[in-house]
């Protein structure tokens, strides 16, 4: 198994026939390759790369420091917030406000 131009090969080295169990996968690995052009080229690139090697970027850090999905991804729009400008920026900054009113509810044990 080898990527090659972001497609999986899926035939075995040895009888040169598909691999039908890599081939059930085919969809995961598009799904992957488009997810690290993503992160590459478009959005994470345009909004966290910050011209560092992906595994010092802050969805590295986040991880690294955060315990609680909500405070993480608090933290992400909050670091977003101050790469954009107007309304966007507003916009992730109340997402972080949902984030943490969140974790406040899960911190009192407010079920759902």
């Known amino acids: ?16 026939e598909p691999n039908q169990e890599l081939n059930n996968y085919l969809k995961l690995s598009e799904i992957i390759s488009e997810a690290f052009h993503q992160a590459a ?30 405070l993480g991804q608090a933290v992400k729009k909050i670091h977003e917030s101050q790469r954009i400008s107007g309304e966007r920026a507003v916009a992730e900054l109340l997402g ?3 984030y943490i ?5 899960s911190l009192r044990g407010d079920k759902v």
């Open 96 to 98: 972080a406000i949902a």
């Open 41 to 70: 080229l478009g959005k994470g690139r345009e909004r966290h790369a910050e011209n560092l090697p992906f595994e010092h970027q802050p969805i590295m850090w986040i991880e690294r420091h955060f315990t609680s999905f909500q």
């Open 1 to 16: 198994m080898a990527w090659h131009g972001g497609k999986m090969q899926t035939k075995s080295a040895s009888d040169q």
């Open 101 to 105: 009113a969140a974790h406040i509810l």
